[in-house]
T-cell receptor, first 119, second 113 residues
Framework: GAVVSQHPSWVICKSGTSVKIECRSL??????MFWYRQFPKQSLMLMAT?????????EQGVEKDKFLINHASLTLSTLTVTSAHPEDSSFYIC???????????????FGPGTRLTVL | GQNIDQPTEMTATEGAIVQINCTYQ??????LFWYQQHAGEAPTFLSY????GLEEKGRFSSFLSRSKGYSYLLLKELQMKDSASYLC??????????????FGAGTQVVVTP
């Protein structure tokens, strides 16, 4: 099956610093990737849609200047949390959409997640 | 937008059957998905429905009624490893929501010996 990786798996940083999280589709091309955030015992909340070669689209309430998304290739999207604060501590999960499977059914594949802790 | 409701927690014994219900209201629908998520891990795909009816995949089955905005996930022959959160997710159809998933809050299933 399709594999999506995320790096790093976990990261601890100081308040005010920036953190970059990578999401890679390892065996397929993903024109679209999605970034989610999950707080403890809560569901996944979609933050933004990352489209290869164009600007990301953000969900309502998500600050685009704080959560920078770059989707420079068909296999890589990055999320940069800028000037991180303790309230940004969360589990960040990406998913990648295999356009070849569009309309077939299960076309999105999730990465293993990145746990961010901001001190 | 989409409102997705599912119970918070369910408890069942090993070997039993559990049914997790999910109701949704959506402006555009392109499939309902069920995922399993263990604590601290990413969701893993279980089943999906686009058309009304029952889809069976081994011990897991999922049902959809689009007219009622209702789905359920049926877990049979429960095993201890099935203790996890089960997420109901609706995939969007409208231009600005194509491919997007909206997730329910998840149902924590606890399997007891």
């Amino acid at each position: 099956g399709a594999v999506v990786s995320q790096h790093p798996s976990w990261v601890i940083c100081k308040s005010g610093t920036s953190v970059k999280i990578e999401c890679r589709s390892l065996d397929f091309q993903a024109t679209t990737m999605f970034w989610y955030r999950q707080f403890p015992k809560q569901s996944l909340m979609l933050m933004a849609t990352s489209n290869e070669g164009s600007k990301a689209t953000y969900e309502q309430g998500v600050e685009k200047d704080k959560f920078l998304i770059n989707h420079a290739s068909l296999t890589l999207s990055t999320l940069t949390v800028t000037s991180a604060h303790p309230e940004d501590s969360s589990f960040y999960i990406c998913s990648a959409r295999d356009y070849k499977l569009a309309g077939v059914g299960n076309e999105q594949f999730f990465g293993p997640g990145t746990r961010l802790t901001v001190l | 937008g989409q409102n997705i409701d599912q119970p918070t927690e369910m408890t069942a014994t090993e070997g039993a059957i559990v049914q997790i219900n999910c109701t949704y209201q959506t402006s555009g629908f392109n499939g309902l998905f069920w995922y399993q998520q263990h604590a601290g891990e990413a969701p893993t795909f279980l089943s999906y429905n686009v058309l009304d009816g029952l889809e069976e995949k081994g011990r897991f089955s999922s049902f959809l009624s689009r007219s009622k905005g209702y789905s359920y996930l049926l877990l049979k022959e429960l095993q201890m490893k099935d203790s996890a959160s089960y997420l109901c997710a609706v995939r969007g159809l409208t231009t600005d929501s194509w491919g997007k998933f909206q997730f329910g809050a998840g149902t924590q299933v606890v399997v007891t010996p």
